[in-house]
């Protein structure tokens, strides 16, 4: 499975961003697609995840509420949707696929190159 992540710029402190994943390969139903970032001179952080094949989510308790992640299976694309973005949300954003339900980078067997996004205050 190769992943490819865009969506990421340069926006305001409040401003909105939608980034997109697209997978190509197989990707089994009971498939764990994530978020995570890392800023700089700090460690990759988990952001979000979601079942390939089911509605339930997981969010990192910094972006709850504000980030929503979902999935469109055909084509195989997952989205991240951003909201009142803050300084803090500047990183560099990559989506991976695992099979456990982790947060846990170590758990993610692929990833996507990953795609900045900076929040200016």
């Known amino acids: 499975v190769q992943l490819q992540a865009s969506g990421g710029g340069l926006v305001q402190a409040g401003a909105s961003l939608r980034l997109s994943c697209a997978a190509s390969?197989?990707?089994?139903?009971?498939?764990?697609m994530a978020w995570f970032r890392q800023a700089p001179g700090k460690e990759r952080e988990f952001v979000a995840l979601?079942?390939?094949?089911?509605?339930?989510?997981l969010y990192a308790d910094s972006v709850k509420g504000r980030f929503t992640i979902s999935r469109d299976n055909a084509p195989n694309m997952v989205y991240l949707t951003m909201n009142n973005l803050n300084s803090e949300d500047t990183a560099v954003y990559f989506c991976?696929?695992?099979?456990?339900?982790?947060?846990?980078?170590?758990?993610?067997?692929?990833w996507g190159q990953g795609t900045q996004v900076t929040v200016s205050s």
């Open positions: 991976a696929r695992g099979t456990q339900w982790s947060v846990q980078t170590n758990d993610y067997r692929d």
């Open positions: 390969g197989r990707i089994y139903s009971s498939a764990v």
């Open positions: 979601t079942r390939w094949n089911g509605p339930r989510t």
